[in-house]
């Protein structure tokens, strides 16, 4: 039995740190603010030493109050989040590009011809919110100088020296190959990216190297992407159960075992986690605004914060006829289409703030229920249960509502900060290679299970509404 170890989510708006002990749980957590800056033309950065301060802080705020040693350090990371950076000094080259960021969306439209073969290569569609896309319009107007590599590689850097990345995260790139989950060259060419010099590809158990951040001499013993963390935590390997995470966006993904899955309904095929060796994988979906959705009506004043969901959506039976599709950041999976706005429609002069605020939570959920019928399209069998975490699961309407619109079960973690706790999980896999994954996921256990209460026919009217409105979206000027 190992130690507690320390695990560190470092999240678009904010990092998020654990001290978690294989007995006791949790016994120590922080948390470090990150402001992105959102600038016009859908371009979305961060000063890539706030990310760095953010870790260190967390991880620091963390340990002392815990109050007692820890045996190794894991860390979570954004996945697409990137920049430039000199490998001699550290240094960054540039801000941060976040995983949101449009601009590199005319080099996108320039690479269309390419798209079905990376797409078969790397399970990947062409789009800005993938990793490779940033990291050419990066070479191509910013800088040719130094490495530009996802944003973890940077922060492992800076802690521990190393210059790697994990499998799963290399496959946010569009530069991984799916099946034999190396670099491919032919992928790097299309990018105009063919004599990078590129992170080596570790296992998400993998002793890194040590770092003295936090204080004293620990290892660097677990790297994963965000969401395949949280994966890993929800224990959602079983066919027909998938998991999302309601965060700045809401992000559902499904494990579907050893081979790799492209999928023919616009989701994304993707390495979930390498570990000892072997390689698992899942299909994803996203949503790109959920929370950040929530901020946009709290910086509009229609209410204080995602506290208020419950109150003032609660105050309506319904929307009122509003539709909200909440593509503020544009539609991603099964749409893709980036360049999109959101609408909202069916306003009149007796809408309420709480008519918006239910819009709000129906255009979340429906989004999450079309990747529901995508995944359940792409295995071949419905889901019969979504795991859920993430800040918005605190919204009781928010998981009523999804419950509502997918017709199955939604089970809301006991555990908060799933993500933490995955990359928690797989530090102490690499600090202990004879723990099985099975020792060191904590047991799943729901502290709420939502069970839909509207019928089969008020729940298609509801999605029904919702495809209308995106398809007038769809429709309209490109």
Known sequence: MTGPVLAVDQGTSGTKALVVCPVRGVIGSASA???????????????????????????????????????????????ETVLAWDPASGEPLTDAI???????????????????????????????????????????????????????????????GAFVTDAATAGRTQLLDLDTVRWSQAALDAFDLGGERLPEIVDADTHVGITTAFGPALPLTGLLVDQQAALLAQRATESGIAKCTYGTGAFLLAQTGPL??????????????????????????????????????????????????????????????VTFVPALAGLAAPWWRGDLRGSLTGLGLDTTAGHLVRALCDGIAAQVAELADAVAGDLGAPLTTLRVDGGLTRSALLMQTQADLLRIPVEVSALPDATALGVGAVARLGLDP???????????????????????????ERRARFRTAVSALLDGPA
């Open 33 to 79: 603010h990150v402001r992105p800056r959102h600038l016009p033309g859908g371009r979305v950065e961060v000063d890539p030493r706030e990310l760095l301060d953010s870790v260190v802080d967390a991880g620091r705020a963390a340990l002392a109050a815990a109050g007692e040693p820890i045996v190794a350090v894991g860390l979570a990371n954004q996945g």
């Open 260 to 321: 790799p899955r492209r999928s023919t309904r616009g989701l994304v095929g993707c390495v979930a986690w390498r570990l000892s060796g072997r390689t698992d994988y899942c299909l994803d979906g996203q949503v790109y605004t959920a929370a950040s959705a929530v901020r946009w009506l709290t910086d509009l004043g229609v209410i204080s914060g995602a506290e208020d969901i419950d109150s003032v959506g609660g105050g309506v039976r319904d929307a009122g006829g």
């Open 434 to 460: 004879t723990l099985t994954v099975e020792d060191a996921v904590p047991e799943w256990k729901p502290s709420a299970v939502y069970e839909p209460r509207a019928t089969a026919g008020q729940a298609e």
């Open 98 to 160: 976040v995983w949101q960021d449009r601009r590199a969306a005319p080099l996108c439209a320039e690479l269309a011809p390419y798209e079905p073969w990376l797409r078969e290569t790397t399970g990947l569609p062409i789009d800005p919110y993938f990793a490779a896309p940033k990291m050419a319009w990066i070479r191509r107007h910013l800088t040719r100088d130094g490495v530009v590599t996802t944003s973890d590689a940077w922060l492992v850097h800076r802690l521990t």
